[in-house]
């Protein structure tokens, strides 16, 4: 079973350079999250989606972008990176909002 | 005032002890309450959903208290597996979870 999975695990970026994280899961889940957590801090939302064609900011969507044109996909864009972008990111899904399956993690430093 | 907030920790218990976690949230119309657990550097997974009669899963026990706006766990007979951050997670709105910081627990020999 494979669940959320994300790629790369591992990325370093130059200041102005772009990447998109992939984010895919198999459980035919509607809603779809995108988190950061930066050291010794909680985790903080991106975007989220609640289905297909729907999606919606969180609490930290600037220099970001997300599109959500499967159920199982939700790519998460960034344009133009910065340093303050250094962080751990997590997709993560959910089918009644009961329980959230993360996915393992991109760590991202931005040089 | 922060959406969720939980003990800054870290707690630094023997084993077999006993720790209890707590956690406020800001928004009364919260709708579900979680714990979640997260090892060093890994995602975070499910400790248990917390409801308003409170429940246990063995050595945990969660309890919410609506009026005070306040959730808690305790950990019975503290295990060195034991060690992690604990994270207090709250759907303020429809289906966004919402994190606190964490508090981290490290069980000692």
């Known amino acids: 079973n494979a669940g959320v999975t994300q790629t790369p695990k591992f990325r370093i970026l130059k200041i102005g350079q772009s990447m998109t994280l992939q984010c895919t899961q198999d459980?035919?889940?509607?809603?779809m999250y995108w988190y950061r957590q930066d050291p010794g801090m909680g985790l903080k939302l991106i975007y989220y989606?609640?289905?297909?064609?729907?999606?919606d900011k969180g609490e930290v969507p600037n220099g970001y972008n997300v599109s959500r044109s499967t159920t199982e996909d939700f790519p998460l864009r960034l344009e133009l990176a910065a340093p303050s972008q250094t962080s751990v990111y997590f997709c993560a899904s959910s089918s009644t909002g009961e329980k959230l399956f993360f996915g393992s993690g991109t760590q991202l430093s931005v040089l | 005032r922060k959406e969720v907030e939980q003990d800054p920790g870290p707690f630094n218990v023997p084993e077999g002890a006993t720790v209890a976690f707590n956690c406020t949230y800001s928004n009364s119309a919260s709708q579900s309450f979680f714990w979640y657990r997260q090892d060093c550097r890994k995602e975070p997974k499910l400790l248990m959903s917390v409801y308003s009669s409170g429940n246990e899963d063995g050595r945990f026990t969660a309890q919410l208290n609506r009026a005070s706006q306040y959730i808690s766990l305790l950990i019975r007979d503290s295990k060195l597996s034991d060690s992690a951050t604990y994270l207090c997670v709250v759907t303020p709105y429809g289906q966004n979870f919402v994190f606190g910081p964490g508090t981290r627990l490290s069980v000692l020999p």
């Open positions: 989606s609640v289905g297909a064609g729907i999606t």
């Open positions: 459980m035919n889940h509607n809603y």
